[in-house]
T-cell receptor, first 116, second 112 residues
Framework: DQQVKQNSPSLSVQEGRISILNCDYT??????FLWYKKYPAEGPTFLIS?????DKNEDGRFTVFLNKSAKHLSLHIVPSQPGDSAVYFC???????????????FGQGTILTVHP | KAGVTQTPRYLIKTRGQQVTLSCSPI?????VSWYQQTPGQGLQFLFE???????NKGNFPGRFSGRQFSNSRSEMNVSTLELGDSALYLC???????????FGPGTRLTVL
C-alpha cells in the first residue's frame, strides 16, 4: 500500500522555465510534508517542507503548495537550472498508527532533467 | 557544522554473513533513523532511535537490528544476509520535535 505517490517517473524542462513536481498521498493523518533532492551515490538533501496548517511555503526558487482536500502537494522550481537535475522525493510524516517517531514515508521519486 | 557521516561507504558480503553499519549524527541531533533504498521498493523506514532506545520500527524481519550509544552514534546490524538485502542503507538525524531529517551519504551493501 503506497501511501505517498509520485506518478511521474521523470520530467524534462528547459533551463529558465518552471519545473513542477507532483505528489499525492492517501493517508489523511499525514500532517507534515517534505521535499528532498538526491544525486546518485549521495544521500537525500532536504529542500523545503510544509506543515498541514499552511497551503504554501517559499524558499528562494523553491515553492511547495499543499492542497489538503485533494491530498496533493507540488514543488515548483523557478527558474530551473541545469544543476537542479536530480531525483526529487516527496515525503510525509504524521501519526499512522503505532508510533510515528522518525518515520518518513517517501514517494518513489521523480527524475528531473533540466536542459541548457 | 559537520553533516551525518556513515561508514563504511561500500561493503561486499556473501549470503549468510552478517554486517554492521555505523552512523554519526549531526552534533546536537539525538534522533537517528535508518532507511533502506532499493530500486524496486524505494526508500523504506527501518527504525528510529532516541536516547539509546528504539522508538519506532518499520516492517523488516528481525534480522535487521540496531542500537544507539550514549553519544547518539548508531549502528545497524543485518544478520544472515540474503541477496535481497543488497541496497543503499541511509542514516538520518534530526532534532527532537523537528520533522526535517538530514541524511548521510549512505552505505552501499552488495550481497553476493
Amino acid at each position: 500500500d503506497q501511501q505517498v505517490k509520485q506518478n511521474s517517473p521523470s520530467l524534462s524542462v528547459q533551463e529558465g522555465r518552471i519545473s513542477i513536481l507532483n505528489c499525492d498521498y492517501t493517508n489523511s493523518m499525514f500532517d507534515y510534508f517534505l521535499w528532498y533532492k538526491k544525486y546518485p551515490a549521495e544521500g537525500p538533501t532536504f529542500l523545503i517542507s510544509i506543515s498541514s496548517i499552511k497551503d504554501k511555503n517559499e524558499d528562494g526558487r523553491f515553492t511547495v503548495f499543499l492542497n489538503k482536500s485533494a491530498k496533493h502537494l507540488s514543488l515548483h522550481i523557478v527558474p530551473s537550472q541545469p544543476g537542479d537535475s536530480a531525483v526529487y522525493f516527496c515525503a510525509a510524516s504524521g501519526y499512522t498508527g503505532g508510533t510515528s517517531y522518525g518515520k518518513l514515508t517517501f514517494g518513489q521519486g521523480t527524475i528531473l532533467t533540466v536542459h541548457p | 557544522k559537520a553533516g551525518v557521516t556513515q561508514t563504511p561507504r561500500y561493503l561486499i558480503k556473501t549470503r549468510g554473513q552478517q554486517v554492521t553499519l555505523s552512523c554519526s549524527p549531526i552534533s546536537g541531533h539525538r534522533s537517528v533513523s535508518w532507511y533502506q533504498q532499493t530500486p524496486g521498493q524505494g526508500l523504506q523506514f527501518l527504525f528510529e532511535y532516541f536516547s539509546e532506545t528504539q522508538r519506532n520500527k518499520g516492517n523488516f524481519p528481525g534480522r535487521f537490528s540496531g542500537r544507539q550509544f550514549s553519544n547518539s552514534r548508531s549502528e545497524m546490524n543485518v544478520s544472515t544476509l540474503e541477496l535481497g538485502d543488497s541496497a543503499l542503507y541511509l542514516c538520518a538525524s534530526n532534532r527532537e520535535g523537528v520533522d526535517e531529517q538530514f541524511f548521510g551519504p549512505g552505505t552501499r551493501l552488495t550481497v553476493l
